[in-house]
Structure formats: structure tokens, C-alpha cells
């Protein structure tokens, strides 16, 4: 949105601010919790990592969701409640306000705000210092405020279709054997970290060696469908990620060289398989852009290849088009007749015209300037 106000027009280069701004969270989210965990288990860093590669890397179809957020600030929040030391008011600074935007993130947030209204009772025992009282308290009723929140739009969802396809989708993860692979692997490990045998650790790798084979000896690969469902991980293998780390966190379990190198092969299998997604992406993305660049005019997505590929979805083919196009539009992609929601209406309203530059064929065709839609809007 600053590139934008600040009016810069160049597609290409929006694009790249538009990146920047989805990883910045992931920056962030890491850098507060190596602050969250100075002269603390370091060891507990590992689940913020594999969080990431096991839950917002195996919906990454939308890296901008609502769940890869909800992942993000889970952690740093865990991290700070879990201090051993009593909380600096810098430690109470981060720890409201990741609270407060926190509660931002609506239904998803139910699980970890009750994990986190647990700690602080617990912290309120232990810590009765008035200092400490008043952060603790602070954030208790900062996680009540995110409770109220969740269970309000759980109630009294914006969109119902929505919510059922999110229910609906608590299976999905089972067909994308990333998601699969991560979380067998990742509830193995933590049992065998608690335990503190080697065996256990070491035996975590079976699941990674299965999903190697898998892909091997398949060609199937998760679709923008799957991807997209696999954000229920949010809300079922983030939870027991949280309880893993607090369970050693409580043990006060360190990482040996097994435990790490094992972490370490679960790290590399998942990003491998994961560059193996990004292809088939980059595959749809490639069709996109030789259809705008080899046609004229508007083009049904019911009479090109692309009605049947698995990485696209049914209404932003359009605008993945028109973007794709910059700087010069000659033809668009028509999304397929009767969807439920179509963003607009191509054949009525041109978009981004201070951003693209249309043939006259689409010129001639448009209303008044008063028909466009912009950008910023």
C-alpha cells in the first residue's frame, strides 16, 4: 500500500514490494522470538521453524492467509510467556501488542489464546511481584478480549459458506503428504525429545523417507484446492506444536548433535518437496503468460488447457492475466461462467488502467472513466 501511494505504476516492481511485505512477518515473527528467548532453551526454536515448513509452507497456495499469520505470532507470544525470568516492560510492551493484533486474526486464534490464558494463570502463582502482576494481567485480559473475538466470528461468521468450507477442510491436509509427512514426523521427534531417547528421535525419520518415495515413484502433487484447505493446520497441528514446546520447555530439554541433524534432514526433505510445488505453480503461471502473450481479445478459460489444471482457482485468473500481461494488455482470461463470486466483470469494467496499458480492441469496448476500478481502491 506505500508503493502504492506513493505512486509507483510499475507492475514488475510492485510485485516485488508486494513479496517483501509477505515474508516480513516471517522476519519479525523470528527475530522477537530470538529477543523472547535470550538466556532461555533455545532448543525451542525448532518448532517455530518447523511451524513454518510444516504447517505455512504446506498451504503456501496463499502465503498471505490469515493462517500463515496466526503461525507467525503464535510463537513469539509462546516465547515471551514462557521466560523462566520475570518479564522486563519491554517483554510486557511486546507481549500486549502482539496480543492486541492478535486479536485481529479472529476464529483461528481461539486454541492458542486459551494455551496462552493457561500460562498466565500459572505465571500469576509463580510471579507476585506487582510489576509482573500488572503485564500478566494485562495480557489475560488481552487473551480474554481474543477469545470473546474468535468465539464471536465462530458464531457469527462473515461468510457461512466460508466456515463450512473451512470445516470441511479439517480432512484436507490428509491428501497433501507434506502436511502429512510433517506432522507424523514432528509428533514422533517431540516424544522422543521429552523422552530423551535417541531412538525415538532418529525413528522420525520413517515418515520423511516414505514421503521421499512417495514422490519418486508418483507424479502427484498437491493442488491450489488442497494447498489452500491445508490452513485447518492452523488450528489442529499448531496447537500440538504449542503443547510440544511448553512440554519441553518444562523438561528443560536440549537439543545433542542426533537431535539436531535429524531436525536439520526434516528441514531440507520438506523444502525439497516443497521447490517440487513451486514448479507446478510456476508451470500454471507460464501457461497464463503465453495465452495473454500469443492471443487477442477475451479468451474463455473453458476453451484453453487451463480449465483443467489443478494449480489454478476459479475466480483470479483474470487479474493473475491482466498482472501477468504488464505492461501491455492484449488479451484476458475469463474466468468460467457462473461462479458463485466473480470479482468483476472484465467485458463491463477495465482494472488498473493507471498501471496497464490496454489495446484499443478493450478501449473501444468500455464505458466511461467513471467504470474503472483502481488499485488503491
Known amino acids: 500500500m506505500l508503493a502504492v501511494r506513493s505512486g509507483i505504476t510499475d507492475i514488475p516492481i510492485l510485485i516485488k514490494w508486494f ?7 516471517y522476519l519479525i515473527s523470528f527475530l522477537i522470538c530470538i ?5 532461555e532453551n533455545e532448543a525451542l526454536l525448532l518448532f517455530f521453524l518447523a511451524s513454518i515448513v510444516g504447517i505455512n509452507l504446506s498451504s503456501d ?4 492467509g490469515q493462517h500463515q499469520i496466526v503461525v507467525n505470532m503464535a510463537w513469539p507470544i509462546l516465547f515471551i510467556l514462557l521466560r523462566r525470568n520475570v518479564l522486563t516492560l519491554m517483554d510486557g510492551f511486546l507481549l500486549w501488542l502482539l496480543l492486541i493484533i492478535y486479536s485481529r486474526l479472529y476464529e483461528a486464534a481461539l486454541i492458542p489464546a486459551l494455551i496462552y490464558s493457561v500460562i498466565c494463570f500459572v505465571r500469576l502463582y509463580y510471579y507476585r511481584s506487582k510489576e509482573q502482576k500488572i503485564i500478566i494481567i494485562g495480557a489475560l485480559l488481552l487473551c480474554f478480549v481474543v477469545l470473546a473475538i474468535s468465539s464471536y466470528f465462530i458464531v457469527n461468521t462473515h461468510d457461512a459458506a ?10 484436507s491436509p490428509l491428501k497433501n503428504p507434506e502436511a502429512v509427512a510433517a506432522a507424523c514426523f514432528l509428533v514422533v521427534y517431540t516424544i522422543g525429545l521429552i523422552l530423551k531417547n535417541r531412538l525415538i528421535i532418529v525413528s522420525a525419520v520413517s515418515p520423511l523417507i516414505i514421503y521421499a518415495l512417495f514422490r519418486l515413484f508418483t507424479d502427484y502433487s498437491v493442488s491450489a484446492g488442497v494447498s489452500f484447505a491445508s490452513r485447518t493446520l492452523s488450528i489442529t497441528l499448531l496447537p500440538v506444536l504449542l503443547v510440544g514446546a511448553i512440554i519441553v520447555w518444562y523438561y528443560k530439554r536440549e537439543l545433542d548433535r542426533t537431535a539436531l541433524l535429524t531436525f536439520v534432514a526434516f528441514i531440507i526433505v520438506m523444502l525439497i518437496g516443497n521447490f517440487y510445488n513451486t514448479n507446478n505453480w510456476k508451470g500454471f503461471r507460464h501457461e497464463v503468460k503465453q495465452l495473454v502473450k500469443t492471443h487477442e481479445g477475451y479468451i474463455p478459460i473453458e476453451e484453453t488447457k487451463l480449465k483443467d489444471n489443478p494449480y489454478r482457482w476459479s475466480w483470479n485468473n483474470t487479474q493473475l492475466g491482466l498482472v501477468w500481461s504488464a505492461p501491455h494488455v492484449k488479451a484476458i482470461i475469463l474466468n468460467q461462467k457462473n461462479l458463485r463470486y466473480d470479482p468483476f466483470n472484465p467485458r463491463e469494467k477495465l482494472i488498473l488502467k493507471n498501471y496497464l496499458q490496454y489495446n484499443d480492441f478493450f478501449i473501444s469496448k468500455k464505458g466511461s472513466p467513471n467504470e474503472v476500478i483502481q488499485l488503491t481502491r
Not at 19 to 25: E, K, Q, V
Not at 61 to 64: A, N, Q, V
Open 19 to 25: 513479496a517483501f511485505g509477505i515474508y516480513l512477518p
Open 61 to 64: 497456495y496463499m502465503l498471505f
Open 35 to 39: 529477543y523472547a528467548l535470550r538466556d
Open 162 to 171: 466460508n466456515r463450512d468450507s473451512f470445516i470441511q477442510g479439517l480432512t
